[in-house]
């Protein structure tokens, strides 16, 4: 019988859905263990619960066969959970301490590993939604009314980007019969028959749909009300999590659309949103007094740098992109770790309560100082090692292809990174320059574990300045397309 | 030669009969007698209801959003009959050949619902908008159980087509064009090597072919009453509390043309139901040795007398449903909201599930 | 014109005119009504692609959430007095200009597609193809779904039962 034979095969195929099966097993567990009274004897236990499964069911990367590519984003992915759990395991806060919590958060981590690991547009789309639908609702975690707001704005801004990624989805396999990504001179041939505008419109509609997953500039005003009101861990899955995913799948389509020959128009889109991204990022980065709110916009600035090495995708170009991308989640899992700490133990929300602050806890606060010097992109830092990457592989394009383009974007570049250092350093500046104007609340609660976390990522951040070849060796080792 | 033709003018006239029955039924369970005064017995105190009915005049409430309360019946009338043209009626006379069957009915039918709550809305009457309310909630809520019955049964037979499920029930199966080389066994246990395939009647019924089934017939019965909005589930028009319901405001011929759609919708899911599990117009009587109980009381197929038994035996099994139907009408007490979306969600959904389960697992027993 | 044709234009004319409506018409309960109309004229253009499956779950799907739709317009507008729920058409300049520049590019681009011809698969659009698809090839999707629903109910359970008690 031909059914039973296919289901054969399937049984034989399992173990490569071996990842998502331990994730979407962590996700039962962690519901089912709301009905026992697992919760009342140990409060963490859903932490422990949700580490156990979601930071060990991404290293399982045996390379799904349905999903042909492989990726080892996947080691992020892992260690963004364990972070996590970690984060919230010494909570107290009694909305975190529910199974929905964890099963949402993993629902976000199951939905990238499937978009990292993925070139099927169709199980792409599924990746998204998983990583969305849960976003919209912990965004509203907090149940205020601006959390509602926010997770509303999410929303609408989700479903009207899948809308329209849906509609460019749906031409591409109009024009080239397949969903798969894998195949690129395939769908290179195929694309080559059709008008620059058509190729153009399609592509434009993909990429601004993923724009809004990776919050580049058409699709980015969700990002600050979301950072603003989320719970901050989830917040810190925000910045990393589905942001590296988008990339990942981004980079792959790039790699199809840069064999065609519409690849000098299709580039003019990339270069727009990462210009305006960009632009837009850190311009209103420089007027905010939220702490949060500030973050996002500096996500959104970083979003549009990592955009540039798409724009000319070499092999040299695209190490450079991964770099950032790795350095990029350490120093947003780092920044938020710290935020959060910053909020649960003083209190803090916007950028004047940071008064001070440095005296009463110098470690930290050194910490964080380094952290945002490599956000800056500064010396002696790995995001200086990263930026610098960038700068390169631009020069390269300016070499190799001699447009101009590239040329206006490292003068961009350059221009935006001493923007950059107006707002990242306000936090540093009113913690140690500025003198504490009233008693903050303390929160005596140990955080050792934050402590430890927070050091440990920027240690990592500091040893790339000075080895990045190793970090580098790492990346580069690991084959992340194909 | 669809079925249509043949349902078109029978709606009318089974409704007529239809109506008649439930008020006698009504009366001998209440222990009176029911109509009685015009024509013997009161044989014809439908007519001139029907007579009444059309006499009225067709009363548009002032307020009413006229397009909305104009449209609604016709809405439920048309979705309620196009739900009939997939049914087969006999070995001879399919329905239209749908390879979806059983699925474009039930979402032919739950358009059924958008005229209820176009009606209940465009009345302007508080009254007719709790009732269209709930009737929106009642039907969505059980269309998930029905669903999942109906799934299980598709399931046991690898088929959505009504009509060869139908030929799947009975001794002609190897008649059917692809079904040439099934077999049936007892109880759908292959392992138990009885092999029913030429005995036919109630041995290859649905619910014989797979005994589970029963549960899901049961199943099946329940849901289609809420989806009947029929008693106990009449909440859409539960005359003690909302008047009339999403009806309330319907005068003379729109509202005799919504009761018309309410009994056709009632024998829409009655000939659902025996399609489905009873054997379709296959009769109940098995080939026992030399006595060809089945052969002798279902003609030849294609024939001029399989025609004519088959629809005998289909609609004689759906009239009794439907008298079923009636009777749980006047001997259970209406249920209120909360215990009629317990009941859909926390204990037929549940079942449903777990008979699609089982359904699976049988299906194997069927075939290893 | 052959009889197909004939048909399929009915088909686009149905969509396209209820489609119309839906912004056309300043009452919401219309344009939710509306917006069946519009899905029955779509799925009967996916029957005329001879994706009969397509088609009835397009009505499926779609009945039972405009009705769900409808019963928010209704609720949310906490008008149960039978006024119309009225909505302003605003910025109708701004609107026609988005429309003809939408129409226009797109319009522009989709001239110059070249379509990939598929070859057409014998019974590829049976139901049991679709299910056979579903658990050998999109087994993935078809499990990832089941997460992606699972997750979607936790989620409105916990919202729903978090309001009530507060």
Known sequence: ?482 | MNTILFFLPFIPLYAFLAVYVERKLAGFIHDRYGPMEVGKYGILQTIADILKLIQKEDIVPNAADKVLHKTAPLIIFVAVFTGFSVLPLSSGWSGANVNVGVFFLMAIVSLDVVGVIMAGWGSNNKYSLFGALRAVAQIVSYEVPLGLVILSVVMVCQTLNLQEMSFQQGAFMNDYVGLENQQNYLFGIKALGVNVTEVGGILTWNIFRSPILLLGFVLFFVASLAECNRAPFDLPESESELVGGFQTEYAGFRWAVIMLAEYGLMLLMSLLGVVLFLGSWNSPLPNIGEIKLFDWTSGTPGTFLGNILGMFWLLVKALFLVSLQMWARWIYPRLRVDQLMNLGWKVLTPLGLLLVLISGVWRLLMVI | MEFTNFISYFFIAIVVVASSGIFLTKNVLYAALLLVFSMLGLAGIYVLLNAEFVAVTQIMIYVGGVLVLVVFAIMLAHNYSGKPLVVENNNLKLGLFTVVLFVGVVGYSISGVHYAVQKEQDGANSVEAIGVQLISRNLLSFELIAVFLLVSLVGAIYFASKIRKT
């Open chain 1, 1 to 482: 019988m031909e059914l039973k034979n296919l289901l054969e095969n399937q049984i034989v195929l399992l173990k490569d859905f071996l990842p998502v099966g331990v994730m979407a097993l962590g996700l039962v567990v962690l519901l089912m263990s709301e009905l026992t009274a697992l919760k009342t004897r140990y409060p963490n236990a859903f932490a422990w619960i949700f580490i156990v499964f979601f930071s060990v069911g991404p290293l399982f990367v045996e390379p799904l066969s349905v999903l042909e590519a492989k990726g080892s984003f996947n080691i992020l992915l892992s260690l963004s959970a364990l972070v996590f759990g970690l984060q919230n395991w010494s909570l107290t806060d009694k909305s975190r301490q529910n199974s929905e919590y964890y099963a949402l958060v993993g629902s976000i981590f199951i939905g990238a590993y499937v978009l990292l690991n993925t070139s099927h547009f169709l199980v792409a789309i599924i990746g998204l939604e998983l990583m969305s639908i849960p976003a919209y609702l912990l965004t509203c975690w907090n149940t205020k009314k601006s959390s509602y707001e926010a997770g509303l704005k999410y929303f609408i801004y989700g479903g009207f980007s899948t809308a329209v990624l849906l509609y460019g989805v749906s031409w591409w396999y109009g024009a080239t019969g397949f969903l798969e990504l894998g195949s690129i001179e395939v769908l290179v041939v195929a694309l080559n028959q059709s008008s620059t505008p058509f190729v153009l419109m399609t592509a434009g509609c993909i990429v601004i749909g993923l724009a809004y997953k990776i919050a580049a500039f058409p699709m980015h005003f969700w990002s600050p009300d979301a950072y603003q009101e989320a719970p901050t861990p989830v917040v810190g899955l925000f910045a990393v999590v589905p942001k590296i995913a988008g990339f990942v799948f981004l980079e792959k389509l790039t790699l199809v659309l840069m064999g065609t020959t519409h690849w000098q128009s299709v580039q003019k889109i990339y270069l727009l949103l990462a210009v305006l991204s960009l632009l837009l990022g850190n311009l209103a980065a420089l007027k905010q007094n939220k702490a949060k709110r500030m973050m996002a916009y500096s996500s959104i600035a970083h979003t549009g740098f990592m955009l540039f090495p798409l724009l000319h995708a070499s092999e040299s170009n695209l190490s450079y992109f991964h770099f950032y991308l790795v350095l990029y989640a350490f120093m947003n899992m780092a920044l938020f770790l710290f935020l959060d700490y910053y909020e649960r133990k003083f209190d803090v929300s916007s950028l004047v309560d940071f008064k001070g602050l440095g005296s009463k806890s110098v470690f930290m606060g050194v910490l964080l100082l380094i952290l945002l010097i490599s956000l800056t992109g500064l010396p002696p830092t790995g995001g200086f090692i990263a930026k610098l990457l960038i700068f390169t592989g631009m020069y390269e394009g300016l070499v190799q292809s001699g447009d101009l383009i590239f040329l206006f974007i490292l003068i961009l570049a350059g221009i935006n990174t001493v923007i950059a250092l107006f707002y990242y350093l306000k936090i540093p500046y009113f913690m140690f320059m500025k003198k504490e104007a009233v008693v903050k609340k303390i929160n005596p609660k140990s955080f050792l574990v934050v402590n430890f976390l927070g050091f440990i990522l920027v240690f990592l951040i500091t040893v790339s300045f000075f080895m990045p070849t190793w970090l580098m060796g790492i990346i580069n080792n690991v084959n992340f397309v194909q």
